[in-house]
């Protein structure tokens, strides 16, 4: 669900930026109030492009630390586990890294 969400978010990211720099380009041959139509509607869709960036960045940051803090009450709880997981990733990347 949340990757569904961020690449949702992506996607209207890049139509927003798609389209402000085509009103920009638009905007560079038009001249007089028509060319400052063009521009404002362009900061107007750089704003939102920001406003969408800043949420996908509040969400990813409040889904970190609820990741952290479930991982911190695992390892609180099972710590025998938790460090014969970590003892088992180590061996891998060991031998991964070893390997010629």
Known sequence: ?????????????????????????EAASLSGEKAEEARARGVELMEEAL?????VQDTALASGKEMATSANVYV???????IGVAASVGLLVGLLVCRK
């Not at 139509?15 to 402000?20: E, Q, S, T, V």
């Not at 406003?51 to 949420?55: T, V, W």
């Open 1 to 25: 669900m949340f990757k569904s969400n961020i690449r949702a978010i992506n996607k209207d990211i890049k139509i927003l930026l798609r389209d402000a720099q085509d009103l920009f380009s």
């Open 76 to 82: 609180k709880e099972n710590p025998w586990s938790s």
């Open 51 to 55: 406003k969408s960036a800043q949420n």
